[in-house]
């Protein structure tokens, strides 16, 4: 099982980048706010009153800073759950006419072990390794949903579903990354909460 190559501490990379830049740019926009001039006023108020106004603003302002402090460790917990793993993959086509029951399907050709439909999305897996339900990110293939099972999926194997038996027959077996995220809650549309 191999852990990670060139494309995957390039992606590793570029999700880190992308975190320091969002930091970078919200640490900006607070100092921004906190210097910007403020258009000039007539004060009207006595200025014990202007000093709790600005009391208020600043504890507000320590209030967003600790908010973002946490916003931050939780992208990097979120960043530290992802696993990229090697997976062998299969296709089957068990819509296509021409599926063959034992090779593209195995009992009713329309319906998932889950019960969720068949498209473009779904995946069969070993449901001890990744839970039926979740879903993971196949690279080239996007984001997946773990929604049938196979007979001969055990272990690392994963088995896309494809629309036609040709593709499927000319897909073969063939390594696959997959990102599988360690919290990976079954109602969110691609197992980040996003």
């Known amino acids: 099982m191999k852990?990670?190559?060139?494309?995957d501490k390039l992606i590793a990379i570029a999700m880190?980048?992308?975190?320091?830049?969002?930091?970078?740019?919200?640490g900006f926009i607070i100092?921004?706010?906190?210097?910007?001039?403020?258009?000039?006023?007539?004060?009207t108020e006595p200025a014990p009153a202007k000093y709790h106004i600005l009391q208020e603003e600043m504890e507000q302002a320590r209030e967003d800073i600790k908010y973002l402090h946490w916003e931050i460790q939780e992208l990097k917990?979120?960043?530290?759950?992802?696993?990229?793993?090697?997976?062998?993959?299969?296709?089957?086509?068990p819509l296509d006419p021409r599926a063959v029951e034992g090779m593209c399907y195995s009992?009713?050709?329309t319906e998932t072990y889950t019960g969720l439909p068949l498209d473009n999305q779904a995946?069969?897996?070993d449901p001890d390794v990744i839970p039926l339900g979740s879903w993971v990110w196949v690279k080239d293939f996007g984001w997946m949903q773990a929604r049938d099972?196979?007979?001969?999926?055990?272990?690392?194997?994963?088995?896309?579903?494809?629309?036609?038996?040709?593709?499927?027959?000319?897909?073969g077996r063939r390594d696959v990354q997959v990102l599988?995220?360690?919290?990976?809650?079954?109602?969110?549309t691609n197992g980040l909460g996003i």
């Open 3 to 7: 852990r990670f190559d060139t494309a």
């Open 149 to 171: 099972i196979g007979g001969n999926i055990k272990g690392h194997r994963i088995d896309l579903f494809m629309q036609d038996r040709d593709d499927a027959l000319t897909w």
């Open 107 to 109: 009992g009713d050709p």
């Open 16 to 26: 880190l980048i992308m975190v320091v830049a969002f930091i970078g740019f919200i």
């Open 180 to 188: 599988i995220p360690s919290r990976n809650p079954e109602t969110t």
């Open 31 to 43: 100092i921004h706010i906190l210097t910007a001039p403020e258009e000039p006023k007539v004060i």
């Open 77 to 93: 917990d979120a960043l530290e759950e992802i696993d990229l793993l090697t997976f062998e993959a299969t296709a089957y086509a």
């Open 123 to 125: 995946i069969a897996v």
